[in-house]
């Protein structure tokens, strides 16, 4: 736990505490899982299991390993969990002002499909829902289907 902190601690203005971490991960569908080198945790993810979608609640990398694809290997193993029978998307929320946590995202083929107005209570700052779908994944959820009004706009 002291070095999941550490990396949440550098990795975030506003960070998780060791009680947040334990609250989440007390209940029945939340998992956490850890990148290490050797020993050292560089990296970690928590995310819950729903229905028809897994949700990261908190995923971060140490700063000095990033770009180096510890991030993009965790991405992978959440994603190969999907299947097309149960769960078909991957969610996460993302604050509007961590461009490298958007990009980062984007690369492993997740996209933005809507804006939570003041959803970080800690900063009244927006966040981005953004999803990644199972190939073959026609789940109609109000999450995956974005609307673009001003190309609707433009086109009426």
């Excluded at 981005?128 to 009426?156: C, K, P, W």
Aim: proline share 1%; charged share 25%.
């Amino acid at each position: 736990m002291p070095e999941v902190l550490q990396t949440e601690q550098e990795s975030f203005e506003y960070s998780w505490t060791e009680e947040d971490f334990l609250r989440c991960l007390r209940q029945r569908n939340c998992i956490g899982m850890v990148a290490e080198q050797g020993e050292k945790v560089i990296g970690f993810m928590i995310y819950e299991l729903h229905k028809s979608k897994l949700h990261i609640m908190n995923f971060a990398v140490l700063p000095a390993y990033r770009r180096f694809g510890v991030g993009a290997q965790m991405a992978a193993k959440l994603i190969s969990k999907l299947s097309s029978h149960r769960r078909t998307r991957v969610t996460l929320a993302v604050r509007e002002t961590n461009l490298a946590a958007q990009l980062f995202f984007r690369v492993q083929g997740f996209r933005a499909t809507r804006v939570m107005r003041s959803y970080y209570e800690d900063s009244g700052e927006d966040a981005f829902l953004m999803h990644y779908s199972f190939a073959g994944d026609t789940a109609d959820d109000s999450d995956s289907e974005a609307v673009n009004r001003i190309s609707q706009f433009e086109e009426s």
